[in-house]
């Protein structure tokens, strides 16, 4: 038996008012005054990648062995690099091993889907679990429609073959050159395309046959679907879609628009991902998506459903928003409005890439070293373990501090400096079990934070090279926040 083994998503605790949206931009575009809602709105030090690994932690939990994972395929459509391996970073920010399989993956809306077909079929090759993700982060014009409509979010799955939860039972395919939205290279925006074109012409043609096919390989009929998930942010869009198909309109799974949006290439992983929180064993989905023809998968709910929870789930990451209703931020984190600076805001930030790469451990997965004489951990780790009194050399082992509890000793928010995001928050961070590091502070909201307060640990921006059009990564501390009752 082939299927997921485990699921996860995030989605960034901002999520931005429509409302604040159309108020902000009425005098250009009144027809957006009625819009209600909130979308989920990356924090500027969010991206793809991040989001990513934020969903894979989700997916895997805090466990120190993940040598099981032996492949990595990464989908979006708004990777950072060009050329490098996304992929590659968000292997490295998760210890993974460096002899895995990691590969980038985009250029259309359903590549999430095709991922999880590719890993059913490496896992039914004999190369181990795969861990598909999801993650976009798309940037739209402002006062349009999309600005409304998407949102950032990211997915990940599990696929293999032991303690499977979802067993994987078939898969239809259309891929075909129905353009219904492109960006061309160098290009931030999409350009879209007629509304009613797409509907009729483009999904209304394109994913039925998709879903029979899928349908047919799985040996199920349509009539027997107890979930459907289309994501879409044309209205009732999902439901005419399952009518078409022959799918009951109660199997309709909820999109999460009016909550977070469409994040677009991860939206159908991780409404599936929210879905198999509360699927019971024996239930039958089917999740299609549009884009460049059509794809869709069918899996069958397992009794290990019973026994699996991700880290947080997509649920706890959805009702954990703060709203936001500063427009002028949003667009200064989607770098769509360029603020003063000031003189402190010119320092050139270029990365050492020989010494990022001795020191790839420490700065992607946050790997300390702890003395196996004294027990000490030591951050960044060294060939020297520096106690007191008792210098000892080649002792330190690698101690992952990444999935441990840690609490702030000190602390400073200040404006004097620029930050993206005053006032900029940061302080000396102490972990259980031993280590201390100075770090940056992230998603908090003044006065939310004092000496002694819990923290996690979070992958994110540290900063960017916009010279050279290179993005650092290193890792965050955020107050850790009560788990909603499930």
């Not at 082992?397 to 004097?416: G, H, M, N, T, V």
Request: charged share 25%; net charge neutral.
């Amino acid at each position: 038996m082939i299927g997921i083994t485990g699921f996860g998503g995030y989605v960034p605790r901002l999520r931005l008012a429509r409302q604040a949206v159309a108020q902000a931009n009425a005098w250009y575009a009144p027809q957006f005054a009625g819009r209600k809602g909130t979308r989920s709105m990356a924090n500027w030090d969010e991206d793809s990648i991040t989001m990513a690994v934020a969903a894979a932690r989700d997916c895997l939990g805090p466990s120190e062995d993940r040598r099981h994972v032996r492949n990595v395929l990464l989908a979006s459509n708004t990777l950072p690099f060009a050329e490098r391996l996304n992929a590659g970073v968000v292997a490295g920010a998760l210890t993974l091993d460096d002899d895995i399989d990691a590969v980038d993956l985009g250029g259309s809306q359903r590549v999430a889907l095709s991922a999880v077909a590719d890993a059913v079929a490496r896992v039914g090759a004999g190369q181990g679990d795969v861990l598909v993700l999801a993650a976009d982060q798309r940037k739209t014009r402002a006062a349009s429609a999309q600005e409304l409509d998407d949102g950032d979010a990211a997915a990940a799955l599990l696929i293999g073959k032991n303690k499977v939860l979802a067993e994987f039972l078939g898969a239809g395919t259309l891929s075909v050159d129905f353009v219904d939205h492109f960006r061309a290279v160098g290009e931030d925006v999409d350009y879209a395309w007629e509304e009613r074109w797409v509907r009729d012409e483009g999904i209304g043609k394109l994913v039925p046959p998709a879903v029979a096919a899928a349908l047919r390989q799985a040996g199920v009929t349509a009539a027997e679907v107890d979930h459907f998930i289309f994501p879409s942010s044309f209205a009732k869009m999902d439901a005419q879609l399952a009518k078409a198909c022959g799918v009951r309109p109660e199997a309709v799974v909820d999109a999460l628009l009016d909550q977070i949006g469409d994040s677009g290439l991860p939206h159908g992983l991780l409404m599936l991902a929210q879905l198999l929180e509360r699927a019971t064993p024996g239930q039958l989905i089917v999740v299609a998506q549009f884009g460049s023809g059509a794809q869709a998968l069918v899996f069958r709910v397992t009794e290990a459903i019973r026994s699996f929870r991700p880290a947080r789930g997509v649920t706890e990451w959805v009702a954990r928003g703060a709203e936001e209703r500063n427009y002028t931020k949003f667009l200064a984190f989607k770098s769509q409005l360029q603020l003063e600076r000031g003189m402190r805001g010119e320092q050139d930030k270029k990365t050492a890439l020989s010494t990022a790469w001795r020191h790839r451990s420490a700065l992607l997965g946050l790997v300390a070293g702890r003395c196996e004489v004294t027990g000490s951990v030591h951050f960044p780790p060294s060939r020297l373990s520096y106690d007191p009194g008792r210098p000892l050399q080649d002792t330190q082992k690698p101690y992952k501090l990444a999935d441990r509890a840690a609490r702030i000793l000190s602390w400073s928010a200040e404006y004097l400096s620029y930050h993206p995001a005053p006032p900029h928050h940061y302080g000396q961070i102490d972990f259980e079990g031993g280590g201390r590091i100075l770090m940056d502070f992230t998603d908090l909201d003044v006065g939310e934070v004092d000496s002694g307060t819990p923290m996690e640990m979070v992958f994110r921006i540290k900063d960017i090279d916009e010279r050279r059009h290179f993005t650092r990564y290193f890792w965050k501390a955020t107050p850790v926040r009560v788990a909603a009752a499930r």
